[in-house]
T-cell receptor
């Protein structure tokens, strides 16, 4: 049973073209939603943690938001260096480890 | 801190051979995780250690897989015998607290031919 679903699977943008990535989750009693960035050939790199609905976190051109059922990663005026796979994750039922979605692969062309 | 360190970065082995992957977590982190990443299944949790003790190994696919953490600064994941379907990227991650963000190593790309 999928607990974390990300959409779209792939997204191609022109430089400067803003968009959003979606992460929906089905776990009850959310104890945090985590966003990571993964570059080819590298391990996932931690970006943000969100804990409650309405919370927002920002880092450069990225802004993550959280509702009771989903999270969005907004990318404003992206640059080619923002190209990567973005993963979201939630703690498992035991709260001991992170369960990951399959990611959205973002390609930004100049 | 150097971050989570994994070795080797790449491993190519023949079917039936034993493979050992190694991980050094971030100093001071008491939680350690082994994940496997494939195109089809994404990132899957294999096993979780807390304070060097295996807590949840329900993600270990078969008895051919085993993991140890003899001390706070070292863990191994062993596959014996290896099979072509074990080909994947294996990541080690550590965390300072259960349920908090985990920090990943660069991974080991395993190819079993």
């Amino acid at each position: 049973e999928d607990q974390v679903t990300q959409s779209p699977e792939a997204l191609r943008l022109q430089e400067g073209e803003s968009s959003s990535l979606n992460c929906s989750y089905t776990v009850s009693g959310l104890r945090g939603l985590f966003w990571y960035r993964q570059d080819p050939g590298k391990g996932p790199e931690f970006l943000f943690t969100l804990y409650s609905a309405g919370e927002e976190k920002e880092k450069e051109r990225l802004k993550a938001t959280l509702t009771k059922k989903e999270s969005f990663l907004h990318i404003t005026a992206p640059k080619p260096e923002d190209s990567a796979t973005y993963l979201c994750a939630v703690p498992n039922q035991a709260g001991t480890a992170l369960i990951f979605g399959k990611g959205t692969t973002l390609s930004v062309s100049s | 801190d150097a971050g989570v360190i994994q070795s080797p970065r790449h491993e190519v082995t023949e079917m039936g051979q034993e493979v050992t992957l190694r991980c050094k977590p971030i100093s001071g982190h008491n939680s350690l995780f082994w994940y496997r990443q494939t195109m089809m299944r994404g990132l899957e949790l294999l096993i979780y250690f807390n304070n060097n003790v295996p807590i949840d190994d329900s993600g270990m696919p078969e008895d051919r897989f085993s993991a140890k953490m003899p001390n706070a600064s070292f863990s191994t994941l062993k596959i014996q015998p290896s099979e072509p379907r074990d080909s994947a990227v294996y990541f080690c991650a550590s965390s300072s607290q259960t349920g908090r963000e985990a920090f990943f190593g660069q991974g080991t790309r395993l190819t079993v031919v």
